[in-house]
């Protein structure tokens, strides 16, 4: 069985399709290729995880009147027809987001090889959207997006698929707790506050944990992990070391995130969609401040699911102070009770199968 993987711009993106391609490949012997943008993450992401990439040009899909919005359905257009010869004898072709995901979904239409789509978010993508009447299946993570889901493809909640390294939380979780707390200098009897916002870092975030920090000054039985992304790692490490404040060990960027769950009591964090598939899957309580620049504020409707299964507590970024969070914080790691409830909730909303779910839709519509 040969499945083409078309889609990416952001690792978001593509990590999640390889663990599909990893699944597909283990269990169903399938060959993978995958179809992305030349100059997105993927190019070479999928390289380094051994598997073959076509980068195809594509353009986003502007919202806008406007000289660009006017050339992308030419844009479209050559990148379909680029796309074609990379169908053949394709078996399936699956969507998984992303502007670059619309030629060889239009593409798969033409050359008669079935479609399947995945959406990662509570609202779905316009990519998705648009191709949503052409699939013949559909996996969701956000049970919440299926309202939102044009066309008559059917609709399966699969869950949004982790990386192996993170699923290893669910196994060693005291082994991997152990080394990070050696790697971060941390203590087995304080309470861990992770902090992140996603891999590029989140700058309203860096600057509210930077002035919450020295709030906690008195708190010796907590100790925090902030990964600032590579553009903000002073706005938090100048501050975390001049002021008094509980122990805290800062980085920009951390390649071993299992680390970082395995280790969590507490996470404070954006709620993009893998992240909040990589936190359930390990059962960590959230403190989730939704991204309020996404697209159709889809963020916020990610968090709001996991509010209401009780695995999350909200924060909107525009009533962000650095008391707020301070006080959040300490009402969610004194309130132990509520903690444990919130980790229970987490881990019964996430899906640890979800790369065999996802893989048994693709290789159904294969068939």
């Known amino acids: 069985m040969k499945v083409i993987v078309a889609g990416g711009g952001t690792g978001g993106h593509v990590y999640p399709a390889l663990a599909l391609a990893d699944r597909l490949r283990a269990d169903h012997g399938a060959t993978v290729e995958f179809v992305g943008s030349p100059t997105g993450p993927e190019a070479h992401l999928v390289p380094d995880a051994g598997y073959a990439f076509h980068g195809v040009e594509a353009a986003p899909l502007y919202r806008e009147v406007s000289r660009r919005a006017a050339r992308a359905p030419f844009v479209a257009l050559r990148s379909v027809r680029a796309s074609r010869p990379l169908l053949v004898g394709a078996d399936v072709v699956v969507g998984v987001g992303g502007y670059v995901s619309v030629p060889p979904g239009l593409a798969a239409r033409r050359a008669h090889v079935p479609l399947v789509l995945h959406e990662q978010n509570a609202v779905p993508s316009l990519a998705n959207r648009l191709l949503a009447r052409r699939a013949v299946a559909v996996g969701l993570t956000f049970a919440d997006a299926r309202k939102h889901m044009p066309g008559h493809a059917e609709t399966t909640v699969t869950g949004n698929p982790v990386r192996a390294s993170i699923l290893a939380v669910t196994t060693r979780r005291a082994e991997l707790a152990a080394e990070a707390r ?186």
């Open 182 to 367: 050696s790697a971060f200098g941390f203590t087995d009897f304080r309470t861990t506050v992770v902090v992140f916002g996603g891999s590029q870092g989140a700058l309203h975030l860096d600057e509210v944990i930077a002035g919450a920090l020295p709030l906690l000054a008195g708190r010796d039985d907590l100790q925090f992990l902030v990964l600032t992304g590579a553009d903000h790692e002073k706005v938090v490490s100048g501050p975390a070391a001049t002021a008094e404040r509980p122990r805290t060990h800062v980085l920009p960027f951390l390649e071993r995130m299992e680390l970082a769950y395995a280790v969590a009591d507490l996470a404070v964090t954006r709620s993009g969609a893998t992240s909040i598939a990589e936190m359930t899957v390990c059962g960590i309580p959230m403190l989730l401040i939704p991204y309020p620049f996404a697209t159709e504020n889809h963020q916020e409707a990610n968090a709001r699911e996991l509010e209401r299964s009780g695995a999350a507590v909200v924060q909107l970024d525009a009533d962000l102070t650095a008391e707020g969070l301070a006080g959040r914080i300490l009402e969610l790691v004194d309130e132990r009770d509520r903690r444990s409830a919130m980790a229970t909730a987490s881990r019964a909303w996430g899906r640890p199968g979800a790369d065999v779910a996802l893989a048994d839709l693709v290789v159904g519509a294969a068939s």
